[in-house]
């Protein structure tokens, strides 16, 4: 996979925090200086998809004054799939020891980067954080949402045979070398089924996952990608990729 370029190349460290964005100007500098002081050891590589309200720009004006941060610029608005493999493909030539995905909005609140960094610590190749284990809450989320989200990840779940409550989940921790064991760069998926296809990958490869409950708050600012359409997507692939699988495991019966 070809590298896009990049602008000020950050000093070595061994996590990097990798967020896609499109149109997220409002967002990047709390978050920013959130992440930062959440974790000031770890860099941030902003994957931006040519935000028309200057979000890479605002990015890049901020480095200075937060420290450690990196933007890649893509040419276009290309999917989220593709964001993450363009940062994960960055992240591993840079040589970082763990890669950490969340969105920009602060939905994901940085002050869990430290519980995912720990599991990681502790033997785990992936720490997802999640809604659906104990500990972890929705809040303010009405009540059709929340039985929509819950149920299309149980829905998930059970037709892939994953051991993980939220399959959906945006906010992770990899171990590097998990990365390159499950081939993320052929992965396909390139909406918010790209989670389930790596979650899926994961468990195919006898990945030691853990969850780690966090609380997912709403954004205040901004407009959400999150439309009807792209769950209807995901559960169709999922649902696709579900009988794929069942089909496999009768003809190798």
């Given at each position: 996979m070809?590298?896009?370029?990049?602008?000020s190349a950050p000093?070595?460290?061994?996590?990097?925090?990798?967020?896609?964005?499109?149109?997220?100007?409002?967002?990047?500098?709390p978050?920013?200086?959130?992440?930062?002081?959440?974790?000031?050891?770890?860099?941030?590589?902003i994957v931006?998809?040519n935000s028309?309200?200057?979000?890479?720009?605002?990015?890049?004006?901020?480095?200075d004054d937060v420290g450690?941060v990196?933007?890649?610029r893509?040419a276009v608005?290309d999917g989220?799939g593709?964001a993450y493999?363009a940062g994960?493909?960055v992240?591993?030539d840079?040589?970082y020891?763990?890669?950490?995905q969340?969105?920009?909005?602060?939905?994901?609140?940085?002050?869990?980067?430290?519980?995912?960094?720990?599991?990681?610590?502790?033997?785990a190749?992936?720490?997802?954080?999640?809604?659906y284990?104990?500990g972890g809450?929705t809040?303010?989320?009405?009540l059709?949402?929340?039985l929509?989200?819950r149920?299309?990840?149980?829905?998930t779940?059970l037709?892939?045979g994953?051991p993980v409550?939220?399959?959906?989940s945006?906010?992770?921790a990899?171990?590097?070398?998990t990365?390159?064991?499950?081939?993320?760069?052929?992965?396909?998926a390139?909406?918010?089924?790209?989670?389930?296809?790596?979650?899926?990958?994961?468990v195919d490869?006898?990945c030691?996952?853990e969850?780690?409950?966090?609380?997912?708050?709403?954004?205040?600012?901004?407009?959400?990608?999150?439309?009807a359409?792209i769950m209807?997507?995901?559960l169709?692939?999922?649902?696709r990729?579900?009988?794929?699988n069942?089909?496999?495991?009768l003809?190798?019966?």
């Amino acid at each position: 996979m070809p590298t896009p370029d990049v602008t000020s190349a950050p000093s070595p460290a061994s996590t990097v925090v990798v967020v896609p964005t499109f149109q997220e100007r409002e967002n990047i500098e709390p978050f920013l200086r959130a992440v930062r002081a959440a974790a000031p050891d770890v860099d941030v590589l902003i994957v931006d998809d040519n935000s028309p309200d200057g979000t890479a720009d605002l990015a890049e004006k901020l480095a200075d004054d937060v420290g450690r941060v990196e933007v890649l610029r893509r040419a276009v608005k290309d999917g989220l799939g593709n964001a993450y493999r363009a940062g994960f493909a960055v992240a591993l030539d840079r040589g970082y020891d763990q890669i950490i995905q969340m969105d920009a909005d602060l939905s994901h609140d940085p002050g869990s980067i430290a519980d995912l960094r720990a599991r990681l610590d502790q033997g785990a190749d992936v720490a997802i954080g999640s809604r659906y284990v104990p500990g972890g809450a929705t809040p303010h989320w009405p009540l059709r949402r929340r039985l929509l989200s819950r149920w299309g990840n149980r829905y998930t779940t059970l037709l892939l045979g994953l051991p993980v409550r939220d399959a959906t989940s945006g906010f992770r921790a990899y171990k590097a070398t998990t990365l390159r064991e499950i081939r993320f760069d052929t992965t396909r998926a390139n909406g918010y089924a790209f989670q389930m296809e790596v979650a899926a990958r994961l468990v195919d490869h006898h990945c030691q996952v853990e969850e780690v409950p966090i609380t997912f708050t709403d954004r205040v600012r901004g407009t959400s990608k999150m439309s009807a359409a792209i769950m209807v997507e995901s559960l169709a692939l999922a649902t696709r990729w579900g009988i794929r699988n069942r089909l496999g495991r009768l003809r190798h019966r």
